[in-house]
C-alpha cells in the first residue's frame, strides 16, 4: 500500500492506494490548516470529527492514525526540486537538507511538504518515502525556453525558468503520449504546457509558481517595473509587494469580489465580468504563444478545477482560439463530455481529470521497483 501526501498551502490530501490499483483504496483532505480545519473522507464531509487546528505535521500525523490498512510507502508531491530531479527521488537526509533549501523559491508549498515528510519518517522510519517534483516534468525543455535574459552570473547560479503543475501534466501525457498538446490547468492556481510526444516544450509559469496566468488571488505576469513603482514610489515594502500579488490580485483583485469563478459568474456586478474576461483573455494570449513555440497545435486539454468544472471559460477560451482551428461543440461542453471539438474541428478538445495523486502512486512505483 503507497500512501500518497499531496500538501498545498493550508491543505492536505492523503490517499492510499494499492499498488497497481487506477484508484485509491482510500482517501482523505482536510481543508483549512492552520484555520478552521475541515475532514472529507472519500470526498464525502465528516461532521463531528474535527481535525487539529495545528499546521500540517500536526493533521498529517492525526490522518495517520486514522487509516484504514497500514502503508508500506510513502509518495509526496513536493512543488521544487529544482534544477538536479528531472525524476522522482527516494528521500534521504541529504536530500531533504536540499530541498530545504528550496523554500524560498515556494514558501507556501515547500515547508508543507516537508513537515508531512518527516511526520511520517517519525511514525514509519525504516519505510521508504519518494519525493515526487512539481518542477521535474519541465526539466525536458530546451535550455533556450528556460533562461532568463539575465546576467550570465545569475543564470548559473539558478535563476531561470522551472514551471510547476508538473505532476498534473505528467498525469495527461499518459493519456496523450503523442502529438502536439497545449494543456491548461486552471484552478484557484493556473498554467497552460506546451507538450510534444510527451515531453515539456514550454510553460506558463517560470522561477515561481507567480508568473504566467491571472489566478485565483495571484497576478500572474505583470511588468517588473511595476514592482519596483510599487517599492520606489508608493513606499511598499518587499513583503506588502508579496501579499499584494500573491494574495489580493487575479481574480479576486480584479473584482473585488471574490477568487471563485463559480461566484463571479453568478454576479451582476461589472468588475465580475471584467475579470472573467480579463482571465480568459490572458489564457488565449498565453496560449498563443505556446502554440508558436509547438508550431501548431493537435489538441487542447482542459484540466483543474476550473478546467474541468467551468464550461463559460472554456467555452470563451476556445473562441478566442479558433484562429488555431479550434472549433467547440457547444451541448457537448455544456454537459461536461470528455470530448467537446465539434465535428470538422481541426483541434481535439478534451476534458480530463487532475490526477496528481495517481501520478505520484505509479512514480512511487516507478522508483522503488517491484515489490
Avoid at 305 to 318: F, K, L, M, P
Wanted: glycine share 10%; charged share 20%.
Amino acid at each position: 500500500m503507497i500512501l500518497v501526501l499531496n500538501a498545498g498551502s493550508s491543505s492536505l490530501r492523503c490517499a492510499l492506494f494499492q499498488r497497481g490499483a487506477d484508484g485509491p483504496a482510500w482517501r482523505a483532505h482536510v481543508a483549512g490548516i492552520g484555520h478552521e480545519p475541515r475532514l472529507s473522507i472519500d470526498s464525502v464531509a465528516v461532521a463531528g470529527e474535527r481535525p487539529p487546528a495545528g499546521d500540517h505535521a500536526a493533521a498529517a500525523r492525526w490522518l495517520f492514525a486514522r487509516l484504514p490498512a497500514a502503508p508500506t510507502a510513502a509518495g509526496h508531491r513536493v512543488v521544487h526540486g529544482g534544477l538536479h530531479h528531472a525524476a522522482p527521488v527516494r528521500l534521504d537526509a541529504e536530500i531533504l537538507s536540499a530541498l530545504e533549501g528550496l523554500i524560498p523559491l515556494a514558501p507556501a508549498h515547500q515547508p508543507q511538504a516537508l513537515a508531512c515528510i518527516r511526520a511520517f519518517g517519525e511514525v514509519w522510519p525504516d519505510l521508504p518515502q519518494v519525493a515526487c517534483f512539481d518542477t521535474a516534468f519541465h526539466r525536458t525543455q530546451d535550455r533556450l525556453a528556460q533562461l532568463y535574459p539575465l546576467p550570465r552570473a545569475l543564470i548559473d547560479d539558478g535563476l531561470v525558468r522551472f514551471g510547476f503543475h508538473g505532476l498534473s501534466y505528467a498525469h495527461l501525457t499518459r493519456a496523450y503520449p503523442k502529438g502536439r498538446i497545449l494543456a491548461a490547468h486552471l484552478g484557484h492556481g493556473a498554467s497552460l504546457c506546451a507538450i510534444r510526444d510527451g515531453r515539456s516544450v514550454a510553460t506558463t509559469m517560470g522561477f515561481t509558481t507567480l508568473d504566467g496566468l491571472m489566478m485565483g488571488t495571484r497576478s500572474g505576469a505583470v511588468d517588473p517595473g511595476l514592482v519596483l513603482y510599487l517599492i520606489r514610489e508608493r513606499g511598499l515594502s518587499a513583503d506588502a509587494v508579496a501579499d499584494l500579488l500573491n494574495a489580493r490580485s487575479g481574480l479576486l483583485g480584479v473584482s473585488g469580489i471574490s477568487d471563485d469563478v463559480q461566484v463571479l459568474e453568478a454576479s451582476d456586478a461589472s468588475a465580475a465580468r471584467e475579470a472573467l474576461d480579463l482571465f480568459t483573455y490572458r489564457i488565449v494570449r498565453e496560449a498563443g504563444s505556446l502554440i508558436a513555440a509547438l508550431g501548431g497545435v493537435d489538441t487542447l486539454v482542459f484540466t483543474g478545477g476550473i478546467g474541468e468544472h467551468a464550461a463559460q471559460i472554456r467555452a470563451d477560451v476556445c473562441r478566442g482560439l479558433a484562429f488555431a482551428g479550434v472549433a467547440l461543440d457547444e451541448v457537448a461542453n455544456a454537459g461536461g463530455s470528455p470530448k467537446i471539438e465539434a465535428s470538422g474541428s481541426a483541434v481535439t478538445v478534451r476534458i480530463a481529470p487532475a490526477n496528481e495523486e495517481r501520478e505520484i502512486a505509479l512514480s512511487v512505483t516507478d522508483a522503488l521497483g517491484p515489490s
